[in-house]
T-cell receptor, first 113, second 112 residues
Framework: DVKVTQSSRYLVKRTGEKVFLECVQDMDHENMFWYRQDPGLGLRLIYFSYDVKMKEKGDIPEGYSVSREKKERFSLILESASTNQTSMYLC????????????FGNGTRLTVT | GENVEQHPSTLSVQEGDSAVIKCTYSDSASNYFPWYKQELGKRPQLIIDIRSNVGEKKDQRIAVTLNKTAKHFSLHITETQPEDSAVYFCAATSGGYQKVTFGIGTKLQVIP
């Protein structure tokens, strides 16, 4: 069974801090994704990666960056955290290409104060 | 880019009744349409999916239909049970990098 692990379940950071959210998958999947989930807005794509060192912007990339130095690990970086980035962050991976489902991690609830 | 609209945003049904959730998409090149169920406090998990060359797919009490001409697809749950209560998301996959775009979700409540 695919396992996608997010390093923190809950995180509290201060405004202006640099924040790293880590995600690791154990199934050698090529594709990895970062979404944020907010009530009434569903799941919105921040960034995704289709290969090591390759990345594509999603629908709401502003204020975020990503890093994928190894195939199994995909990091989301908040360069300078702001209160409007308080949210649930979900990482997902996908093997193969488009006709395959996403496998999600348990999420990281980030609060920026 | 792709835009996925989902409705209703909330749905209450009596146990044993059917539930229908509808989604529309904008990119005619979209070719894969999964549905995810997210129980309270848990991760979204795939419950059923359909590919663009298929019009309907069924798995026990769950079925999905796809109308490519109208660019809409629907989730049907029959004989609903309390454990069906959750948030359901539709999604569409499109573009050269096969980006996955989600609807806003439907909160389904099954009343015993």
């Amino acid at each position: 069974d695919v396992k996608v692990t997010q390093s923190s379940r809950y995180l509290v950071k201060r405004t202006g801090e640099k924040v790293f959210l880590e995600c690791v998958q154990d199934m050698d999947h090529e594709n990895m994704f970062w979404y944020r989930q907010d009530p009434g807005l569903g799941l919105r794509l921040i960034y995704f990666s289709y290969d090591v060192k390759m990345k594509e912007k999603g629908d709401i990339p502003e204020g975020y960056s990503v890093s994928r130095e190894k195939k199994e690990r995909f990091s989301l970086i908040l360069e300078s955290a702001s209160t409007n980035q308080t949210s649930m962050y979900l990482c997902a991976s996908r093997g193969g290409w488009g006709n395959s489902p996403l496998h999600f991690g348990n999420g990281t609830r980030l609060t920026v104060t | 880019g792709e835009n996925v609209e989902q409705h209703p945003s909330t749905l209450s049904v009596q146990e044993g009744d059917s539930a229908v959730i509808k989604c529309t998409y904008s990119d005619s090149a979209s070719n894969y349409f999964p549905w995810y169920k997210q129980e309270l406090g848990k991760r979204p998990q795939l419950i059923i999916d359909i590919r663009s060359n298929v019009g309907e797919k069924k798995d026990q009490r769950i079925a999905v239909t796809l109308n490519k001409t109208a660019k809409h697809f629907s989730l049907h749950i029959t004989e609903t049970q309390p454990e069906d209560s959750a948030v359901y998301f539709c999604a569409a996959t499109s573009g050269g990098y096969q980006k996955v775009t989600f609807g806003i979700g439907t909160k389904l409540q099954v009343i015993p």
